[in-house]
């Protein structure tokens, strides 16, 4: 069974850091492409960060630029987001996802993704 699970979420004060992990069970994600999307409530679900297959190539929201880094370890099967100087906007669901995709390019349109996991709630709130 194909599975992608999100870890790594909570509660953090503004300004502070948390990296969510987007593991992979029952296929391997080197030949993936994943991309870490958030939903806030009443909002839609929007793309924040995205990877290629083997890291080579990786793109960010205008809103996360400088602030967040996407990596990747493939003999892991997992895929990070790094958050620092997290903001209240920031607060919402996190989900990752994947697409069967080997050239050096990643997506960042929900609609173009495969494979999604349940996600992981961040709050970012004094």
């Known amino acids: 069974q194909l599975q992608l699970v999100e870890s790594g979420g909570g509660l953090v004060q503004p300004g502070g850091s948390l990296r969510l992990s987007c593991a992979a069970s029952?296929?391997?994600?080197?030949?993936?492409?994943i991309g870490w999307f958030r939903q806030a409530p009443g909002k839609e679900r929007e793309g924040v960060s995205c990877?290629?297959?083997?890291?080579?190539?990786?793109r960010y929201a205008d809103s996360v630029k400088g602030r967040f880094t996407i990596s990747r370890d493939n003999a892991k099967n997992t895929v990070y987001l790094q958050m620092n100087s997290l903001k209240p906007e920031d607060t919402a669901v996190y989900y990752c996802?994947?697409?069967?995709?080997?050239?050096?390019?990643?997506?960042?349109?929900?609609?173009?993704?495969?494979?999604w996991g349940k996600g992981t709630l961040v709050t970012v709130s004094s």
């Open positions: 996802a994947a697409v069967n995709l080997l050239q050096a390019m990643c997506v960042m349109n929900p609609r173009g993704m495969d494979q």
């Open positions: 029952g296929f391997t994600l080197n030949s993936y492409a």
């Open positions: 990877i290629s297959s083997i890291g080579s190539f990786t």
